[in-house]
């Protein structure tokens, strides 16, 4: 199995970059990398390490932030995020990882390895925490302004996913919307919904509330991007709030100091539980690839879960599975 790194992107790029990757190629016997980025940095930090298992793409440049993605995309064939994407459009890797601008990882998607047959627009889908089991949303931003048909697109690449790498037998399918009944929500949402009860291949139950989310009531939650990009930073926003009250409440005296090392296991447990790096990144279904968008910030552990994420959507053939779906409801 082969996965093309991004070595140049994200805010910790490339140490945490380069030392995710040793950890991924430590846990995983039969993977083999192939590191993007500049030849010299790569070979400096692998000089006295393993690196049987590694291959270098030399890729001098590098795509910011400030640079508008499509261009870079288009324009930038030296940097470290298109040399990756060439290595997945050419098929010499199945998937490939970054951390680097989410706006260019989007075009390139599209314009570097192209779409699933039939998939109007591709969509980000973070796999996220609750009180029960994880659920994913989709989009979470690749996609502000929709139409109503690309929604049942975005349920059927979902549950696809959920079934095959995260082993939910038939997921539960909800619409992001501000009320149960099937009138309920815009325009968007009203068109949307008999769309999704259409499709006999998905396990549709109708809208769903914020407040609901993350109790697991859903294995699936469906919006478009604008919505699900407040969702997941909300949620993001929540739980750091709620780490830092909690650590506020166990440091006021000695005695909730006590009390805080008592239950100091529980509360590790229930940070990793709300901790995103757990999860690695946020894959980009509907290209034809094992596209794994890692979080901007992300630290060494964050981008060897991301790298993991890979690996268990390519064994679990998520992209030929979306294909053979997507032709069932998709007439010729």
């Given at each position: 199995m082969?996965i ?11 140490a945490?970059?380069l030392q995710?990757?040793e ?11 192939v590191?993007c980025?500049?030849?010299?940095v790569?070979?400096?930090f692998f000089?006295d390490?393993d690196?049987?298992r590694?291959?270098?793409e ?8 400030h ?8 324009r930038?064939n ?5 040399r990756?994407m060439?290595?997945?459009k050419?098929?010499?890797?199945q998937?490939m ?5 989410t ?17 109007q627009?591709?969509?980000?889908a973070?796999?996220?925490?609750s009180?029960?089991?994880p659920?994913?949303?989709i ?5 502000v302004d929709?139409r ?11 549950s696809?996913y ?5 082993g ?5 399918v ?6 149960d ?6 325009e968007?949402?009203k068109?949307?919904y008999?769309l999704?009860s259409?499709?006999p291949s998905?396990?549709?139950?109708g809208?769903?509330?914020?407040r ?9 939650v ?5 919505v699900?990009?407040?969702i997941?930073?909300?949620t993001?926003g929540?739980a750091?709030a709620l780490m830092s ?6 440091m006021?005296s000695?005695?909730t100091?006590?009390?805080a090392?008592i239950l ?5 447990e229930?940070k990793?539980?709300m901790?995103?790096?757990?999860h ?6 509907g290209?034809r690839g094992a ?8 630290n060494a552990h964050?981008?060897?879960?991301a790298?993991r994420?890979?690996?268990?959507m390519?064994e679990g ?9 997507l032709d069932a409801v998709i007439?010729?």
């Open positions: 082969r093309a790194v991004d070595v140049m992107g994200g805010d910790n790029a490339p945490a970059i995710g990757c950890q991924a190629l430590a846990e995983h016997g039969d993977l083999h990398l590191l980025g500049p030849q010299e790569i070979n400096g000089a390490k690196a049987t590694i291959t270098v030399h890729a001098p440049d590098v795509i910011s932030n640079d508008s993605p499509t261009l870079a995309i288009r930038m030296d940097s470290s995020m298109v990756a060439d290595l997945v050419r098929g010499e890797c998937g990882v970054s951390a680097g601008s706006g260019a990882l989007l075009a390139g998607g599209v314009f570097r390895i192209g779409r699933i047959r039939g998939i627009r591709p969509a980000l973070p796999v996220m925490p009180t029960s089991n659920w994913m949303l989009d979470c931003g690749a996609n929709c109503p048909d690309y929604l049942p697109q975005f349920a059927l690449m979902g696809v959920m079934r095959s790498v995260m939910v037998k038939n997921p539960c909800k619409l992001a919307n501000i009320g009944e099937s009138e309920k929500g815009n968007l949402t068109a949307a008999p999704l259409a499709i998905i396990n549709f139950q809208n769903i509330e914020a609901d989310i993350m109790s697991g009531a859903a294995d699936v469906v919006c478009d991007g604008f699900g990009n407040i997941l930073k909300q993001e929540t750091a009250m909690l650590k506020d409440v166990f006021r000695t005695v100091k006590l009390a090392a100091k296991p529980g509360l590790r229930f990793a539980r901790d995103y790096t757990e690695g990144g946020a894959p980009l279904l290209v596209v794994i968008k890692a979080h901007g910030s992300s964050a981008i060897s879960r790298i994420q890979g690996v268990r390519i053939n998520v992209v030929q599975k979306i294909t053979t779906e007439p010729d």
